[in-house]
C-alpha cells in the first residue's frame, strides 16, 4: 500500500495550539475551533499561510471582524453580555425576575453556538447551581464560571472581589 | 437670580453626537450610553478631554476594552452571539427547539443590559413575531430585526440574502 493512498489523517492540534474540535457528524465545527485553524483544517489556507495570518492577527485583532465570528469572537461576547446582565440584574429580584434568570441560562447553554463550550457550561451549573438571590450573588457565580473557563484556557483567573469594578463601575 | 446658583442642565447629547440616555431614576444610563459619554456627562472627564479620548479611540479601538463596556460594545457582542445561535440553530428545528427558543428571545428581551435598547427589541418583537421554524426563516428574521436597528443608528442596511455568509459560512 503506497503513502500516497493512505487517507489524510484530520489533524488533532491547529496552529493555535489548540486542539481541533470536529461536530459529532466528523466534520471540524465552525463555532469551536479560532478562524485560522478551521481555514488550515478545511484545506481553504495552508498551514504556512494560517501561521501567517496568526501572527497578522495578533499585530490587528480587528482584521478578522467579517467572517463568521469563531470560538474565541463567541466566548468573548457572550461574556460581555452576560457579565452586562449581571451588572443590571437587579440587587434583590423578585422570585419571578429569579426564576427568569435560572430559565434564560438554562437556554442560553442550549442555544450556545459551540457545542463543547455549551456541555462544559450546562455540567458547570449541574454542579454549580447558578445563584440568582441577589446581584452581587449573581455576579460573583457567574465570575466563578468564567474563571473556570479561564483555568481551562491556561489564562490567569481574575479576582472575583472586583466582578462591579470590572463591568458595572469601574469607580467601585 | 444669578447665573451661578442655577443648576447645572443635564445635557442631552454627548460627544458621540447620540443623546444621552438617562435611567428612570434620572441618573445618566452606564449601559445605555458610550463609554465617553458617560464619563463626560458625570463628570470623570472633560469635555475637551472625551473629545480627545473620542479620537483616540477611532485609531485604536481596543483601547477601552478592560472598562465595563458600553452600549456600542454590548450591541456589537450581542448580535455576535445572537447571528451565531442562528447559524447553528438546526435547519428544521423540532417544535420544543422552536418554543425554547421563542422563550430565550422573550427572556432576552427582559434581560438585555441597555433598557432602551430592551424596549425597542421587545417592541419589534410585538410587531414582528420571531420567525423559528427553519435555521433559514430565523436567521433572516434576525438579519431584518438588525437591519431596524442599523436604520436607528443611521447605520448601512445589510443585504439579508447573504446572512449566512456573513454569519455562518463565508464560501455561501
Given amino acids: 500500500m503506497s503513502s500516497q493512498n493512505?487517507?489524510?489523517k484530520a489533524p488533532e492540534v491547529g496552529i493555535s495550539g489548540k486542539k481541533i474540535v470536529y461536530d459529532k457528524d466528523g466534520k471540524p465545527c465552525r463555532t469551536c475551533n479560532s478562524l485560522l485553524d478551521f481555514q488550515m483544517v478545511t484545506g481553504k489556507?495552508?498551514?504556512?499561510?494560517?501561521?501567517?495570518a496568526q501572527q497578522k492577527l495578533h499585530q490587528d485583532p480587528q482584521s478578522s471582524t467579517d467572517f463568521p465570528p469563531d470560538v474565541e469572537q463567541i466566548g468573548r461576547s457572550s461574556w460581555?453580555?452576560?457579565?452586562s446582565i449581571a451588572a443590571?440584574?437587579?440587587e434583590v429580584p423578585d422570585s419571578q425576575?429569579?426564576?427568569?434568570?435560572?430559565?434564560?441560562?438554562?437556554?442560553?447553554?442550549?442555544?450556545?453556538p459551540c457545542w463543547f463550550c455549551a456541555d462544559d457550561f450546562k455540567s458547570y451549573?449541574?454542579?454549580?447551581?447558578p445563584k440568582v438571590s441577589t446581584q452581587e450573588d449573581f455576579g460573583r457565580w457567574l465570575?466563578?464560571?468564567?474563571?473556570?473557563?479561564?483555568?481551562?484556557?491556561?489564562?490567569?483567573?481574575f479576582d472575583c472581589n472586583f466582578w462591579r469594578r470590572r463591568w458595572k463601575d469601574e469607580n467601585e
Same sequence: chains 1, 2.
Avoid: R, W
Fill in 88 to 90: 443590571t440584574y437587579p
Fill in 80 to 83: 460581555t453580555l452576560l457579565h
Fill in 6 to 8: 493512505a487517507p489524510l
Fill in 45 to 52: 489556507i495552508s498551514p504556512g499561510a494560517a501561521v501567517k
Fill in 143 to 157: 465570575c466563578d464560571a468564567h474563571n473556570e473557563v479561564n483555568v481551562k484556557l491556561g489564562k490567569p483567573k
Fill in 97 to 112: 425576575k429569579q426564576q427568569d434568570l435560572k430559565q434564560f441560562l438554562k437556554l442560553f447553554g442550549n442555544f450556545y
Fill in 125 to 129: 451549573m449541574t454542579k454549580n447551581e
